[in-house]
Every structure is written in C-alpha cells, then in structure tokens.
C-alpha cells in the first residue's frame, strides 16, 4: 500500500502536469484574495480570511478532480489495472493508497496558502487582530473536504479509461455534493424537511467549522462522505470479479 502511495506521488511531480495544476491553483486563489479589487483583503476594512475560505471551495471542484482523474482511469487506459490488481494487495488497499495519495496533494496545494494567514495577521490593526479560531475550523474544514472531493475524484476515475471523463465526471459529482443539496433544499417544494436536505451538503458542514467551533458532528459527517465514496470505488473494483 505504501510503495503505491509513494508511486502516486512522484507520478504526479514527475511531470510538469502536476506542478501545472497546483501553480494554476495557487495563482487563481492569489487573484481572488490579493488583486481583484471586488474581492481583494486589502480593500476590507478589518483583517478577515473570508474571501480565501469562500473561494477555494470553486477552486477545489477543479483543482481535486484534475488531482484525480488519472489515479484509475490512466491504469484502465494503459492496461496496468490488472497487474496491479495481481500484487499481493487487497481491492480495499488500492484503493485507499490512491484516495490518500490523492488527499496528500490537495494538503500539498493547501500548504503555501498559511502565508495569507500570515499576511493578514500583521496587516491587522492591531496587529494580529483577526479570528484565528475562525481560521483554524476553515483551514480544518478545507483539509476535509478536500478528503471528501478526493473520494468523489478517485471513484470517477475508476468509472473509465479516459482521464478527459473522468475529470468531467468528478466535477460534477462533486458540485453537486457541494451546491446542489443545498440548492434543491431552497425550492419551496419541502416544507420542515428542508432543513434535512441542506444538512445532506457538503456546504452546509463546511460552513460550520468556519464559524471557530470544530463540532464533531461536521468532522464525522464529512469523513463519512468520503468513506462512501471510497466504498463505491471498492465496489467498481470488485465488479470485475462478478
């Protein structure tokens, strides 16, 4: 399991791809947070991370997918799935080796963003004048739903040969796990359960760790999403045996 997690990692860093993706986040997110005058900290009147909290979410929806579309697909496409599938490792194991491989490089990605943290902890007046319980829940927050996006990104993949649809696929998944319960929850059509359906997105628990307050209840509830995932993920992998 580990020599499969390391083999996920330098694949990823041995090619410009890999750089590619995580420089492309990092730059879009620098856009959102320090240039763009509609959405830049420095046009705030107090020192505040939300623009940073609220945009990497969008930013995930690609950046996770464009982690993972190659974990199973790229396998499929070169015929290398079922030598792997012949080591001396359990479906379950292969699966998890890529899952964490996967959410390894979107904490990767997440690492340089602490200097924005940084940044506006001396741009506060006074100087660290800024909600770091707040900060600290966002930061945990994002960590797990990277988990979760990978989970989502890693089953796509496993679902074809082509990264291109695997990448399509995992997008969507994982926008609709995002935005769209919540989405479907504000139509007038649920009456007291609207509330139900809302807490079944991925936005809602995201948003609560925001507020300072690591509930466990946030914490489970979006590990359990990604173990779903990868238990579908098992279960494509075992198909073949059927």
């Not at 009147?45 to 950046?63: C, E, I, K, Q, R």
């Not at 390894?104 to 997440?110: E, F, K, S």
Request: glycine share 8%; aromatic share 18%; proline share 2%.
């Amino acid at each position: 399991m580990w020599t499969i997690f390391k083999k996920e990692l330098n694949s990823f860093f041995g090619s410009l791809i890999g750089y590619l993706v995580i420089s492309i986040f990092l730059v879009g997110v620098w856009l959102f947070v320090w240039l763009f005058p509609d959405t830049s900290i420095l046009s705030y009147g107090y020192a505040s991370m939300d623009v940073f909290f609220n945009t990497v979410p969008f930013v995930f929806l690609f950046l996770v997918p464009a982690i993972c579309m190659r974990a199973f697909a790229e396998e499929k496409r070169n015929g290398t799935l079922e030598w792997l599938l012949t080591k001396p490792l359990s479906d379950l194991e292969i699966v998890l080796a890529k899952y964490f491989a996967a959410w390894a490089l979107t904490g990767i990605a997440l690492l340089p963003t602490l200097v924005y943290y940084y940044s506006v902890y001396q741009l506060g007046s006074p100087k660290g004048n800024i909600d770091t319980a707040a900060v600290v829940g966002s930061y945990v927050g994002l960590f797990l739903l990277g988990g979760v996006f990978a989970a989502i990104g890693v089953f796509a993949s496993s679902l074809t040969d082509s990264q291109i649809v695997a990448f399509i696929l995992a997008v969507f998944f994982c926008f609709f796990a995002y935005f769209g319960l919540g989405a479907v929850a504000s139509l007038d059509l649920w009456s007291d359960s609207a509330i139900i359906l809302a807490q079944l997105g991925l936005d809602y628990h995201y948003s609560a760790l925001g507020r300072g307050l690591i509930d466990s209840r946030n914490v489970l509830y979006l590990l359990s999403a990604a173990v779903v995932f990868n238990y579908l993920t098992w279960l494509v992998l075992r198909s073949r045996k059927w």
